[in-house]
């Protein structure tokens, strides 16, 4: 609840804070003197930014479960499924948030996701080859791990930062859509063919800068997680999945959960451009905080 609190506040924020500027930099009298109301190109931007994000959150357990047929496991039919539900309820305590739904997915490469609109409700699903293919000590460890995304609340976080970059692209791309027109091209009547051209080209090009910025936070928390699930199912446990995940083959889930997905595929990308480290820099990082940590342990 805290986090949707700070998104509003957020979003409120970001709209004051464009509104101050662009009266300082002269923007609104700028605008209005081209036919264009700042009040209510800032109401859009935070409308489709912040709006568009939000519901994308909202049913971002419902997009989850249709783009990978996860099956909720709601009555067990297995050990295997007593011993998962188990294990989430155990871990879910531990970290202090509800139990979330758990679900199975058919697919034959080692992945599990979480997702879902807060720390009281989301989702875990994990896919029927990591089933097959970890042991329970594995497995836990990527339960942990993506219990940890729940715990910090990464979606929220992670749409927080998508929507603040969502409401600056689409406002300044049609600040420069209408300066171009206006200015450049000096149109008086409406919107020309050059403020279309240009708030489109605008908005492709401040959207794969701004896809930089939320992909370093989408890296980060995998650490954040790891680590996370280390403390939930123990350091060697989270290592010797983390290992067995690079040995795997590479992720094949959906485009939209694929962020959310313990092994992202993300070693063949651009560094800037992947929603996850390489498996390799997560082991690295998570041995020298065990290090770190043994180290500290043994001074006291």
């Not at 290992?243 to 795997?248: A, C, D, N, S």
Request: net charge positive; no cysteine.
């Amino acid at each position: 609840m805290k986090r949707i609190v700070l998104f509003v506040l957020t979003n409120l924020g970001i709209v004051l804070m464009l509104s101050i500027t662009a009266q300082l930099l002269g923007l609104d009298r700028m605008l209005a003197a081209r036919g264009m109301n700042l009040g209510g190109l800032l109401a859009m931007a935070a409308l489709f930014g912040f709006g568009g994000a939000f519901i994308s959150l909202a049913i971002s357990k419902w997009m989850a479960k249709m783009s990978t047929g996860a099956r909720v496991i709601t009555e067990p039919s297995s050990s295997a499924e007593f011993w998962l539900l188990s294990t989430v309820e155990k871990q879910a305590r531990q970290a202090g948030i509800g139990m979330p739904e758990v679900a199975v997915y058919d697919s034959p490469d080692m992945n599990a996701f979480a997702t879902g609109m807060s720390r009281d409700n989301a989702l875990v699903a994990v896919s029927t080859g990591l089933l097959q293919n970890m042991t329970r000590d594995e497995v836990e460890a990527v339960l942990a791990h993506e219990v940890s995304h729940i715990a910090n609340g990464d979606m929220v976080t992670l749409t927080l930062i998508q929507g603040v970059v969502n409401t600056f692209v689409f406002f300044l791309a049609r600040v420069l859509g209408n300066l171009v027109d206006k200015v450049v091209f000096r149109n008086e009547e409406g919107h020309g063919p050059a403020y279309w051209v240009t708030t489109i080209v605008a908005e492709l090009v401040l959207g794969l800068l701004a896809s930089i910025v939320v992909l370093w936070f989408s890296r980060r928390r995998e650490f954040r997680a790891d680590a996370g699930g280390a403390a939930l199912a123990g350091g060697q446990r989270m290592i010797a999945a983390l290992e067995r995940l690079r040995r795997g083959q590479e992720s094949n889930l959906p485009q939209g959960v694929r962020a959310f997905g313990i092994n992202g595929g993300g070693a063949r990308l651009a560094a800037l451009f992947a929603s996850h480290p390489p498996l390799e820099e997560r082991i690295a990082a998570l041995r020298e905080s065990m290090s770190r940590s043994g180290a500290m342990g043994a001074m006291s």
